[in-house]
Structures are given as C-alpha cells and as structure tokens.
C-alpha cells in the first residue's frame, strides 16, 4: 500500500486465534507519518517478516524488514560492519546472519585491509569489500572483527567509540579476551554479561565448544577439575590452513609414491610442503598449536584453561582458590578440514552418573546429544560439521575419578559455534 499523505495516524491489526488456526502473528503497529513521506507496507505470514520503507529524497530509514518476535514484538534493524569478511571467519559471519535472518538495515557493509573485492550472497547477492576506515562505521550499531589481535588491539575501542548509542563490536581475535573490562560470552552460558556492554570478546573456538557441555554439568554438579585433549580441524589456522591440507592431499592423489613407501613409511624429506603448520599435516597429527610458554603448555592450551575460569565467574589466573576449578588442556592438530573435537574428563563436586548426565545435556541449549555407541552412533566431525549444535556422546563414568567423574567427547563447528555463530548470537542478546 503507497500512502502520501501530510499527518496519518494508523493501526494496524492482525488476529491470530487457534481456532482459526491462522498463520499471522497478532501484533499492534502504531505509525506517525512524516509530511511528504511515501511509505510502503508489507507483511509476509510464513517468513513473519514485514518491510516499512520511509523513503524521502532518494534516502530509506533504517525501519526497513523488521521481524516479528515469538510474542509478537517488533525487532528494529541495525547498521551491520563486517571487519575482515574476506577470511574464513568473515564469510561465515555473513552465513549466519543469513541464515538467522538478522534484521540488517539494507545490507553489512564489509571491510578489509584492502578494497574492490567482491563477496557473494544469497540474501544481499553481491557485495563489494571497503577498505576499513574507523569512520566509515559512525553510526553502525554492531561491528564484528574477524582480524588479527594486533588489529583489535588497536582499532577495537576506536570503533566503538563511534557506533550508535547502544552500538556493539564483537572481536573474535584472543588480544581482549583476559581483559577484566571485557566480557568473554558464550551467550547459553553468561549472556547476561554482554547487557550494556559496547565491546564483548569472542571466546577461543575450542573453549567456546567445550563450554557448551561443561557449563551445563558446572551449574548442576560443579566441577573440580578438566581435563582435555583436542583435535582440531585444519580450517582452525583459516582459510591458508584448509588449503594447505587440501594442496598436499591433493598431490599424493596426484602420486601416491610421491613421498610413501611401500611399507607406508614417510620419506621425510620428500614429505608434503609446510608453512602454516609446523610440520605436514596430511596423514599426520600435530601435538603444536599455537607458541610455547615457559610452562611448557602451548597459548592455545593456556587460552582454554584461563577462558574457561573467566567465562564461569572465576579469576582466568586463579591457581590457588578451592571453589576455581583446575582445568588443562592438550591442544593436537589434525587432518581434517573442518570442525574440532575434544576429549574430556572431568571431576564433579556432587556425584554425577552417566544417566544424570544425559539428562542434563539433553536439556541444555546448544547441544546435540549423540551418544549411542552401541549403535556407533557418536559424535564426529563429519556429523558436527555445519551444524550449529555442539554434538556431545561417548559419556561414561570415569574410572579415576569414579562417582564424581565422568569422561566424554564433543564435536563442534569452530567457524560457527567457535567463532561466527557465537558473535552472532552475542549481539542478538545485546541488542533484542
């Protein structure tokens, strides 16, 4: 419906009854036209979206498809920067907001050291990258980085410095993670600390998928200790990583005797060509992610067990307090292109049994429970890769920690719940 008219006032109904078994939404819209405004209305029930355009002299508010809450309520739209879009991250951002249908005023505006690129999509079709200035995004209310630690550490409060009012940026690089004035938010576990806040860090993608089980089992039976081994996908290096493994799986498709005997031993200067990892990962696993510390743990191993304590209430460096659970990690590389695995072991403070434990994970946001292994259903990064949920399985009563242990696995996207997905939902908790 166009309307140009000088002063309209107008409401709009729409009734949902049960009996009638409609597929509208009831909700109540209360609109005050500008003068010489032209205004156009649409609603969509199946998709319950709707589109209010104000355009005047050439420009369009930023009222433009708004969406309908479960409760009827109305979602505004928000002014979406992506920093870093062309990287692994950055596109998986774009996914998700796709796929969530995120309410962007016409479309994200993405950024990257350089610019004239081209990036695609469904929803928005193509896009073309800028190249990042902090004022290109004044008066933007959400901006998430997907760039380096160096990068957020110096532009990060820059750009929030000039978003809206109530605007949000979302880092998912490590270098505010441990600052006490930034939230470290995995939304099902602690969204409330990203409430008011204008800067909140992403977790590390290996810490982000194992909260999803551990934070539901710290809440009912307490935890006393971690333990846990991962084995990460490729892609956790990027996108140069993902490549790398495909390059050298691709020449030994191309020679099988390029660099295996006969026996199935390496010739080990004859092995696939390194320079994101330490050493060739195809048909190889890496025990290195990540520099060595003086504890002889990795940072990536550190990054787990420190996120861990802060995204559960306690000090990151807490190595002394009885009620600060003791958590270590094993950090491995391995060949697969996609999603991470992990291995853990936990004591609980209360008894916990496998069942107790089933039960708990079932109902906790976020998680996929696959755990019948005597059907071999588990789970596994084929399965996890994709997928929003974290997949949980393999859950059995620890024999060294007997009815207060328990040892199970995980299987997780990190370019999604470990990374795009979590910052995603992060500002839907802030902002709706």
């Known amino acids: 419906q166009k309307i140009n008219k000088r002063s309209l006032s107008r409401r709009i109904y729409m009734n949902n009854s049960r009996r009638r078994k409609s597929r509208y939404c009831l ?34 508010l930023s009222i433009k498809k708004s969406r309908l809450g479960k409760k009827g309520s109305v979602r505004m739209s928000y002014k979406v920067g992506i920093v870093g879009a062309t990287g692994a991250v950055g596109a998986e951002l774009l996914g ?40 290109a995004l004044r008066g933007y209310d959400v901006c998430f980085l997907a760039a380096s630690g160096d990068f957020a550490k110096e532009y990060a409060a820059k750009i929030a410095d000039v978003l809206s009012e109530k605007g949000l940026v979302v880092d998912n690089s490590s270098a505010l993670r441990l600052d006490p004035e930034v939230p470290l938010v995995v939304p099902e576990v602690n969204g409330d600390k990203c409430k008011g806040a204008k800067l909140v860090a992403n977790p590390n993608c290996t810490t982000a998928i194992a909260m999803m089980a551990l934070a539901p089992l710290f809440f009912a039976f307490g935890l006393k200790k971690v333990v846990v081994s991962t084995y990460q996908a490729a892609s956790g290096a990027g996108a140069a990583g993902m490549q790398e493994l495909k390059s050298g799986v691709a020449m030994l498709a191309d020679n099988q005797n390029h660099c295996i005997r006969d026996d199935g031993c390496f010739e080990s200067d004859r092995a696939f060509p390194n320079e994101v ?12 992610i990540d520099k060595f ?16 304590k802060k995204i559960l209430g306690f000090d990151p460096y807490d190595e ?12 491995v590389r391995i060949p697969t292109l996609r999603a991470h695995s992990e291995a853990i072991t936990i004591e609980t403070r209360e008894p916990i049994t496998p069942a107790a434990a089933r039960q708990v994970l079932a109902d906790a946001q976020g998680v996929k429970l696959i755990d019948q292994p005597e059907k071999n259903i588990y789970p596994m990064p084929l399965s996890a890769t994709g997928a929003y949920d974290v997949e949980v399985g393999r859950i059995r009563q ?28 992060i500002a839907e908790k802030s902002l709706f």
């Open 27 to 60: 909700f109540a819209i209360i609109v005050t036209l500008q003068p010489s405004a032209v205004w156009s209305f649409q609603v969509s029930p199946k998709s319950r979206r709707f589109e209010f355009v104000q355009k005047r002299s050439g420009a369009e």
């Open 293 to 308: 510390q003086e504890n002889g743990y990795t940072k990536e191993e550190m990054k787990v067990t420190w996120e861990t």
């Open 96 to 135: 998700v907001l796709e796929k969530r249908e995120f309410p962007v005023t016409d479309k994200p505006a993405l950024f990257g050291s350089k610019g004239g690129k081209k990036v695609e999509s469904s929803r928005w079709g193509s896009l073309e990258v800028s190249k990042f200035e902090v004022e």
């Open 398 to 425: 620890s024999i060294v920690f007997g009815e207060h242990g328990l040892d199970f696995f995980v299987c997780g996207d990190q370019l999604l719940r470990g990374a795009a997905l979590n910052a995603v939902l």
């Open 320 to 331: 002394e307090s009885e009620s600060c659970p003791k958590v270590s990690c094993t950090a």
């Open 277 to 288: 990892f330490a050493h060739p990962l195809p048909f190889n696993v890496i025990p290195h």
